[in-house]
């Protein structure tokens, strides 16, 4: 770990460049936002009236263009898609780019999560493709019968874990900063709270399916918190990372050390702001026997987190005014 002194522009500066993108984040941002897919288009016109297709892909919103534009470069291959509702799709459909690119990152930088069951299934269609065996009717049944059983079609055990994610076996791998970075990038959410309880209190939160609940405990565990995952619904699980004692000992240094990319670090870079506010401890004054926010302090963080609606301090002034009166 690095010292905690450091400076926030060449935080906020990281190049945006794929060559600064560590291969593990891509496998965490795949395990939040990818998908391995077997296609089938009917065609009357085929040998058995269908086609079978391959394809990987990652969904995000628009606002993470970027992102998926430094992806392209890192796999050498794919193209952008704009998607339904506001989302962008990086894809790969092609079998060459498939086999020469994404396979080999894949089972070099193996996924954690369920989707590693997903990817294995697809590995094994492809190399069905690659036999040739797809030509032939028995080949066609088999991809046919596999992509039944893929994704949500998935018949999970309810403790489902990969073994290279099980500790003490001889294939595991460690949970690795960028793996999580990237899949913080995809299903990670930082909040700061606004609200007066709690005041600038800074949160990242995950959820998760049930199914993916090994994966959300070892990211809680790299993080010293696997007290702080709770049901979210009946489906989900929740892992909120909050308070400025966790921020400091383990979740700072952490962002420290592995850079975050995407619209995600553009937030991330605020919190950094904000800390560096915070620890100089000159948001506190004096008022009556007790201590209290300094408005200005309070509204220059408002203005740092919602720099598109800047707050002026006589709205912040007439809102503690009112408060006194009650
Ligand atoms: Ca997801």
Known sequence: MHNNKFNIKSHINLN???LNIDPYFITGLTDAEGSFSIMKHKNIRAKYDINIGLRFKITMLVNETELLNMIKPFFKCGTLTIGKNGTINFEVKDIYSLNKYIIPHFCKYPLRGTKHLDFLTFKEAINIINSKKHLTKEGINEIINMSNTMNSYRKLPIEYCPIHTIENNSEYIPINGHYINGFIAGDGCLALNTKDAGFARMSLQI????????????????????????SHDTHSLQLTLSGIKLWENIVFKHFIEYPLHGSKQI????????????????????KGKGRIWDPKVKLQIMNIWFPQIMIKYDCIQSKDDDKDEK
């Not at 959820?207 to 709770?230: E, M, P, R, T, V």
């Not at 937030?267 to 004096?286: A, C, P, S, T, V």
């Open 16 to 18: 945006k460049s794929s």
């Open 207 to 230: 959820s998760q399916h049930k199914n993916n609940k090994n994966l959300l405990f070892s990211i809680a565990d790299y993080f010293k918190s696997s007290n702080k995952i709770y």
């Open 267 to 286: 937030k991330l870079n605020k919190f950094f702001i904000i800390r560096e506010i915070i620890l100089k401890k000159e948001y506190l004054i004096k």
